[in-house]
């Protein structure tokens, strides 16, 4: 039966740590399984980090840069070189692949995010093996996906893939960081997004050298992707082979089941796709309203509004601890919302002087996060 499976490889399993130069015995191996799962009849796409540790090893920079122009001007020398490699490799196995380098604002506007879905479409339908990365040449700070365990869950959702895997340098997520803490409890399951809420992880403030991440991006990227209906696997990169294996079965890696309800593609799109423009704090009994009771949002229940933003912008709701709880459209601007937070609804025309949405946020345009 054919999948939709979606590889992300990051930079720590694509590069030798000391030196920064190309695995290439893992880059090969990656082509030949990603090539058998072709042939088996899957659709397959591959999102590649590596252009900036690329970029640096062709520059003899030995770490990777801070600065955002240097980091953009890195990512453009060692995109073209990464992908030399990939055409050269999967040339060998005579397989197509296509460049696709995207942008926060490809997923954010919903033409763009439709664009994208038919051009992903008909390449697979194609035969050809998309691979993707951010174009970090020319995202901007603030809309970039910033790291690629985010853009490869947000690509996952948007082709409504089956499997993401999440290919890394450590064989799957632990209680800590295993370089660290060196009895960390490995993590073979987690059964649900509630689960994944509960679980107590330290995962450290960074990624291995290379990386960008770490298991924060991966844990965030698990979320978006199993919300969205895709089996989702964190597994070591240098066994390429493993995909298969985990694909038939076998328990390797840290795998999170997909929610049987996936979220609904706009809702996903809300939540994901956007980028929130603001913040509402809400008091408990709002809160317990939209988390618990499947309520809208009235303005009578937000204590404080946060930034600067339009009628039907993306924000994120927080509970009184200052937790993010959903995100949702909002039917007032942020200068009306200063003026009627905390009043009634029936309230609402008097304080603006016209008569506005009933809701500050309808339920339809809410999604719990
Ligand atoms: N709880 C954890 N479980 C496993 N690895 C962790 C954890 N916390 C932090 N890490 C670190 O995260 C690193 C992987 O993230 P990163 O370096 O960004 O890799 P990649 O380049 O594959 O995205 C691992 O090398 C590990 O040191
Ligand atoms: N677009 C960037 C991706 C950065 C990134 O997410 O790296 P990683 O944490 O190694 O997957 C690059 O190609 O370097």
Redesign the pocket.
């Known amino acids: 039966m054919t999948k939709t499976i979606v590889v992300k ?5 694509l590069t030798q740590p000391e030196t920064g130069q190309l695995a290439l015995s893992t880059i090969a191996t990656l082509a030949e399984t990603l090539c058998d799962l072709r042939r088996q009849g899957h659709y397959v796409i591959l999102v590649s ?1 590596g252009a900036v540790g690329v970029g640096c090893a062709r520059l003899g920079l030995t770490e990777r840069p801070k600065a955002i122009a240097l980091k953009q001007a890195v990512a453009a020398v060692g995109q073209g070189r990464l992908m030399r490699v990939y055409d050269d490799l999967f040339s060998i196995l005579q397989q197509p692949i296509a460049q696709v380098l995207l942008t926060r604002a490809d997923l954010v506007q919903r033409n763009r995010y439709l664009n994208a879905y038919n051009t992903f479409q008909e390449l697979l339908g194609l035969g050809v093996i998309p691979v993707v990365n951010e174009n970090d040449t020319v995202a901007v700070e603030e809309l970039k996906f910033g ?3 985010t853009l490869s869950a947000l690509v996952a959702s948007l082709v409504e893939a089956d499997w993401l895997f ?5 064989d ?9 803490v060196p009895d ?1 409890k490995p993590i073979s399951l987690v059964s649900s997004i509630k689960e994944l809420a509960e679980l107590q ?4 403030s ?3 050298q ?6 924060v ?2 844990i965030s990227a698990a979320r978006i992707a199993i919300a969205a209906g895709v089996r989702t696997v964190i597994t070591q ?1 240098r066994f390429p082979r493993n995909i298969e294996k985990i694909i038939q079965g076998e328990p390797i890696g840290t795998h999170f089941e997909p929610q049987p309800e996936p979220t609904s593609a706009r809702k996903r799109w809300i939540a994901y796709g956007l980028v929130p423009m603001g913040k509402l704090y809400l008091d408990q009994g709002a809160t317990t309203a939209i988390s618990q009771a499947g309520k809208s949002l009235l303005a009578a229940g937000i204590k404080a509004v946060e930034g600067d933003f339009d009628t039907q912008d993306a924000v994120q709701l927080c509970d009184i601890h200052g937790n993010e709880i959903a995100r949702g459209l909002v039917n007032y601007n942020s200068v009306e919302l200063e003026k009627i937070r905390g009043c009634h609804s029936r309230d609402i025309a008097g304080i603006l002087g016209y008569e506005g949405a009933e809701t500050v946020i309808h339920r339809d345009n809410l999604v719990l996060i």
């Not at 992880?201 to 450290?204: A, C, L, N, S």
């Open positions: 490889i990051g930079t720590s399993s980090s790291d690629n365990d999440l290919l890394t340098d450590v799957r997520l632990y209680s800590a960081d295993p370089r660290i960390a992880i330290q995962t450290g960074q990624g291995s290379w990386g960008t991440g770490g298991m991006t991966k990169g």
